[in-house]
Each structure stands twice: as C-alpha cells, then as structure tokens.
C-alpha cells in the first residue's frame, strides 16, 4: 500500500531557529500534499496545500513567510519553520496522494518542541 | 467543502459493535465519504471509504443511506486496541480545489 515517510519524528530547537520537516511518498508520487498541526487533544487543521512545481496554497491565517512550503518534486515535499517560537511548539503531519480511490496516506508526524 | 458532525466521545466495551454516526448534510454529489483512525501521537490511518449503500472490509463497516447525509462507521467487537480518535472526512474529489478537512472527531474509548 501507500507508504508517507515524515522526519524527523521528533525535533527540540531553540527560539529563533528554523526547523525542516520532510514528508515523502515512498511507493507513489504525490502531486499534491497537505500540512496539518495538531495541538494536543485537537483535531488536526489544514495548515496548506502543496503542489508540485507551484507555489503552496496556505489556509486563511497561515503565514506563509513563517512556514515555508517547498514541493520541488513527485515524491518530496518540505515545510520549514522560520524562526521558530514556543507556540510554534506542535505536532505536524503531512498528507500525500494520487490515488483517490485508496483514501490520502498521511506521515506519522513530527513533534515539534521550541525551547 | 462539506461539513462533518459527530459525537465528542464514545464509550464501549471489549467485544462490543461499536457505531459511530456522522452527518455530512451538504455533501456534493461527487463527494466520497472516508473515515480515518488516529491513534496519539501518530498520523491518521485510513479505515475504509464508500459512496453509497455499505461498504465492508477487514476492519469495519461503513453504512451510507440513500440520501447520503449521514454515514455510520461500525466496528465490529471492539478490544482495547480500538481506543482512538475517529474522524469521518468527506473526500471532495470533483472540487478543483480538493482538500481534506478534518471536523473534530470521535474520541472512542474502549473498557475492559
């Protein structure tokens, strides 16, 4: 079936820094990936859309200069956290897919701790 | 994009059916209906997706009424392991900007 592999698992950063979160499709390509966050006993929200080859597409009050989405190809999306802060302290999960008819595979997801 | 409403939580217990309503009333005709199971601190797993009428795999049950907008999950005598989050998704798949929503799921605990 079809695997998503996100790492790190796990990240601990300073304040200020940025964080890269890779999520990959390891069976299939994906021309389209999703970003969630999740805070702890929350459902997860759409953070943006990823699209191979084209800007990401960020949900309303989403700072696109603060998480940097790069799709650069079938099989490989990135967000990056710029500058990182105590609230942007979460679990970040991706989703890929091109295959509608099977449901979207999301990552195991990371956890993202800002200290 | 279609809403989703189910229950906060559940409580079952082991070896019991355990079904977990969701109504979807403006779900589009080409939308799909897809549930997903989520355990802490994991991602989501995919459980099992329908159009209409039932759908029936290894895991669950998915019963879908004709006029689509409401959908039941069952799980079939449920143990300890089935305790997690439920999430039902309407898969928009005509809408040119497709996207998966998450509402706030069924928090399922499952009692020894």
């Known amino acids: 079936g079809a695997v998503v592999s996100q790492h790190p698992s796990r990240v601990i950063c300073k304040s200020g820094t940025s964080v890269k979160i890779e999520c990959r499709s390891l069976?299939?390509?994906?021309?389209?990936m999703f970003w969630y966050r999740q805070f702890p006993k929350k459902s997860l929200m759409l953070m943006a859309t990823?699209?191979?080859?084209?800007?990401?597409?960020?949900e309303q009050g989403v700072e696109k200069d603060k998480f940097l989405i790069n799709h650069a190809s079938l099989t490989l999306s990135t967000l990056t956290v710029t500058s990182a802060h105590p609230e942007d302290s979460s679990f970040y999960i991706c989703s890929a897919g091109d295959r509608p008819n099977y449901g979207y595979t999301f990552g195991s997801g990371t956890r993202l701790t800002v200290v | 994009l279609a809403k989703t409403t189910q229950p906060i939580s559940m409580d079952s217990y082991e070896g019991q059916e355990v079904n977990i309503t969701c109504s979807h009333n403006?779900?589009?005709?080409?939308?799909?209906i897809t549930w997903y199971q989520q355990f802490p601190s994991q991602g989501p797993r995919f459980i099992i997706q329908g159009y209409k009428t039932k759908v029936t795999n290894e895991v669950a049950s998915l019963f879908i009424p004709a006029d689509r907008k409401s959908s039941t999950l069952s799980l079939p005598r449920v143990s300890l392991s089935d305790t997690a989050v439920y999430y039902c998704?309407?898969?928009?798949?005509?809408?040119?900007?497709?996207?998966?929503?998450f509402g706030s799921g069924t928090r399922l605990l499952v009692r020894p």
């Open positions: 998704l309407v898969d928009p798949r005509m809408d040119s900007s497709y996207k998966l929503i």
């Open positions: 990823s699209n191979e080859g084209s800007k990401a597409t960020y």
């Open positions: 069976d299939f390509q994906a021309t389209t």
């Open positions: 403006n779900i589009a005709t080409n939308d799909y």
